[in-house]
Nanobody
């Protein structure tokens, strides 16, 4: 098992910034890729961005230019910097991990965090 723990969610106003963190523990060598997904009420879980421990990344078009993913290999932690937040970004944000490369579909990921709520008010 690879427990993933997200933190950093909260309530912000449109245009504000927020940084999420996801710390992995346990058998972290089982993970090559970390991804962020989000799920708004009544909607399916959608891919936001993924990053490999070797440094590759891939962003969903909807967040390009505003969201930035980064990692600290020494802490087994990935970060999601979210700038210029819009109300439509309101969702529960989940961190996920998988062996192998970046996929955008949730069922390709084996490990999931509990999620952290992000609410953007207009």
């Amino acid at each position: 098992q690879v427990p993933l723990v997200e933190s950093g969610g909260g309530l912000v106003q449109a245009g504000d910034s927020l940084r999420l963190s996801c710390a992995a523990s346990g058998r972290t060598l089982s993970i090559d890729t970390m991804g962020w997904f989000r799920q708004a009420p009544g909607k399916v879980r959608e891919f936001v961005v993924g990053i490999t421990w070797s440094g590759g990344w891939y962003y969903a078009d909807s967040v390009k230019g505003r969201f930035t993913i980064s990692k600290d290999n020494t802490k087994n932690t990935v970060y999601l910097q979210m700038n210029s937040l819009k109300p439509e970004a309101t969702a529960v944000y989940y961190c996920a991990g998988r062996r192998g490369g970046i996929y955008t579909t949730p069922n390709e990921y084996n490990y999931w965090g509990q999620g952290t709520q992000v609410t953007v008010s207009s």
